[in-house]
């Protein structure tokens, strides 16, 4: 497995379970994301990797899209029910909402900036910048959420060259043969 940036601030664990039998489009492999000391999905877990790139590439797509400044203001809390609440609706999360929460305004959203990645899926992570942080408020279903800001570059730096690697690894992936289901 590799690792991919510093865990203590931001990084991904993947590796490719790399079978001569796999044709493209399927990569499976191992994903996990580090987010401030915190490893959020697991190593024993299955992922479908280029499931993963495409989500990374529209990660990386939406640069400049994720600027709000109201979300990078409020508390950590209020901001992650805010983008929830806008994405998903609060009713999942009733018992976590503190008496008397007034959303603050979250900007047009594309599903491709919030990271959904299948081995992490108990989590949701959001990211909202500015333009020299990146604020990653996460939470794993049923929880209060928390939050990490990273260096934007450092964010952008490991992301990309996470892009690289899993594009390296699907070129590497034969067609199928003719008559391959």
């Known amino acids: 497995m590799e690792m991919i940036g510093d865990p203590q601030v931001f990084a991904v664990q993947l590796g490719w379970h790399h079978d001569p039998e796999t044709y493209k489009p399927w990569m499976f492999g191992v994903f996990c994301v580090s987010v401030c000391g915190e490893r959020l999905g697991s190593p024993s877990e299955e992922a479908v990797l280029n499931d993963i790139l495409v989500d990374l590439q529209g990660w990386k797509n939406g640069v400049g899209r994720r600027c709000a400044p109201a979300l990078m203001a409020a508390d950590p809390v209020k901001a992650f029910l805010s983008i929830e609440e806008k994405v998903y609706g609060l009713e999942h999360l009733a018992d976590k909402i503190p008496p008397g929460f007034t959303p ?28 020299a942080t990146s604020r990653l408020l996460y939470a794993r279903m049923g929880e209060l959420p928390r939050e990490c800001r990273v260096p934007r570059a450092v964010l952008t730096d490991v992301l990309n060259r996470t892009i690289e690697q899993l594009d390296s690894w699907f070129a590497q992936l034969p067609e199928p043969p003719p008559g391959f289901d």
């Open 104 to 131: 603050v305004p979250v900007p047009p959203l594309n599903p491709l900036e919030i990271l959904g990645v299948d081995t992490i899926e108990d989590y949701r992570i959001y990211c909202v910048e500015d333009n």
